[in-house]
């Protein structure tokens, strides 16, 4: 009974000393990290632009003693270190910024014009420096191979397919997990939130052009007016998700934009929609797709168009991406590790959201188990006074970056150590 004692004792103790051992390591490099974070904010680059960026990111990967290669897949940058035998586990920042013009006031704010890190990816990009720091200093605590990769152009949901085309597995080793980390616009600085399975919705860039026969304004007899058409074609694409779709499928059809007409008195020839679709299983994602088509023909149809000025519906493949499925077992287990590291109040489970990613490109089709896992970036007094919280995208959105860095570090640490031990 008191060996069982000492035994359970001397576990807790070294328990507690290694995640100590993260902590006190994080106090010691937060400064630094905080400081190229703000260097990072302030000059942010576009996607597919992301060369002082990606140069940052790789040369202070190289300093901490990683093997770097730059340019794969245009900006990306891949960081190796090799430990003895073990699984490699690839672990993923993304670089760019967003063309929006930031609105915060703060003292390290964007000094690029139109161009802002409204998404955190800064804060992402210091937080695997710092991880890739604290896992030179703890190498024996891992075996295996950690792959960092600095992923260019995921606003344009083109970065992952990009590095995925320039071999980056072929070259650099094929992971047994791949792992990412997003900050969040709603949640407390530094804690954590996952969600096994379905995390972030696929998303398909959808154009209609509504052909119809243009004309004087005073005469729509002898018209087929467009703009009447695609009136009814917005209202009847929201049919598909509430009279085809179960509720329990997820679905969001968005016309965000409809430009047709120049003259009040002129019926034009062709009015344009612009949507964006929103769906998790992969199913639902190609029966919503026809659906719209189907009811856009439809409607032009009954509308007296004649076949041969059937609307247009393209789908933009290059501006498409496939939902964010998380390994349910991957996700669990590195819960179980954060929760034992970081404490249950500090991670929480969460739902899934309609917004997108490509970082779930990185599995190949479900072959390479991948988790993205959530970081608050908010300071917890603003959520508790019930102010507005700008939202990711936003002008205003401004993370807390010591108490972000600091938790995302952590549990990224923790992740790599749970599946390289
Ligand atoms: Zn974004
Ligand atoms: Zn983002």
């Given at each position: 009974m008191r060996c069982m004692k000492s035994i359970l004792l001397a576990f807790f103790v070294a328990g507690s000393a290694s995640a100590q051992s993260?902590?006190?390591?994080?106090?010691?490099?937060?400064?630094?990290?905080?400081?190229?974070?703000?260097?990072?904010?302030?000059?942010?680059?576009?996607?597919?632009?992301?060369?002082?960026?990606?140069?940052?990111?790789?040369?202070?990967?190289?300093?901490?003693?990683y093997s770097v290669t730059d340019n794969v897949g245009g900006c990306g940058v891949v960081a190796t270190m090799k430990n003895g035998d073990g699984p490699v586990v690839l672990v993923r920042t993304d670089m760019d910024a967003l063309p929006v013009q930031e609105q915060t006031g703060l003292p390290y704010a964007s000094q690029v014009a139109n161009t802002m890190h409204a998404c955190g990816h800064d804060i992402h990009m210091a937080t695997l420096i710092?991880?890739?720091?604290?896992?030179?200093?703890?190498?024996?605590?891992?075996?295996?191979?950690?792959?960092?990769?600095?992923?260019?152009?995921?606003e344009v949901l083109q970065g992952a397919s990009a590095m995925l085309r320039d071999r980056i597995y072929e070259r650099f080793g094929q992971p047994a997990y791949a792992i990412a980390l997003h900050d969040s616009s709603s949640l407390p600085a530094g804690q954590i939130a996952y969600c096994p399975g379905y995390f972030m919705a696929a998303s398909d860039a959808v154009n209609i052009t509504i052909r119809g026969l243009g004309g004087h304004g005073a005469m729509p007899q002898s018209t087929k007016d467009p703009i009447v058409v695609a009136a009814q074609v917005v209202l009847a694409l929201q049919t598909i998700v509430s009279r085809e779709n179960s509720p329990l499928d997820p679905v969001v059809v968005t016309v965000g934009s409809i430009h047709g007409g120049a003259k009040r008195n002129v019926i034009p020839d062709q009015v344009?929609?612009?949507?964006?679709?929103?769906?998790?299983?992969?199913?639902?994602?190609?029966?919503?797709?026809?659906s719209i088509e189907r009811v856009t023909k439809g409607v032009a149809l009954a509308a007296g168009i004649p076949e041969d000025h059937a609307p247009i519906v393209e789908v933009l493949s290059a501006e498409s991406a496939e939902s964010t499925y998380n390994d349910p077992a991957l996700t669990e287990r590195l819960a179980a590790a954060l929760k034992r590291d970081?404490?249950?109040?500090?991670?929480v489970k969460v739902d899934p959201m309609m917004v997108s990613e490509d970082f779930g490109r990185f599995g190949l089709d479900g072959k390479i188990p991948t988790c993205m896992l959530n970081v608050g970036a908010v300071d917890p007094a603003k959520i508790a006074s019930g102010a507005r919280l700008?939202?990711?995208?936003s002008s205003e959105f401004a993370p807390v970056p010591d108490a972000t860095i600091r938790g995302a570090v952590k549990a990224e640490t923790v992740a790599v150590l749970e599946l390289m031990r």
């Open positions: 993260i902590d006190s390591i994080i106090d010691r490099e937060l400064p630094t990290l905080v400081e190229t974070y703000k260097a990072l904010h302030a000059a942010p680059e576009l996607s597919l632009h992301e060369e002082k960026t990606s140069a940052t990111v790789a040369s202070k990967l190289r300093a901490l003693g710092g991880t890739a720091s604290a896992l030179t200093q703890l190498k024996n605590r891992w075996h295996g191979t950690v792959m960092l990769v600095g992923q260019p152009a995921e344009q929609l612009l949507l964006t679709i929103r769906t998790f299983k992969p199913e639902v994602r190609k029966r919503v797709l026809a970081m404490g249950d109040k500090n991670v700008p939202s990711l995208h």
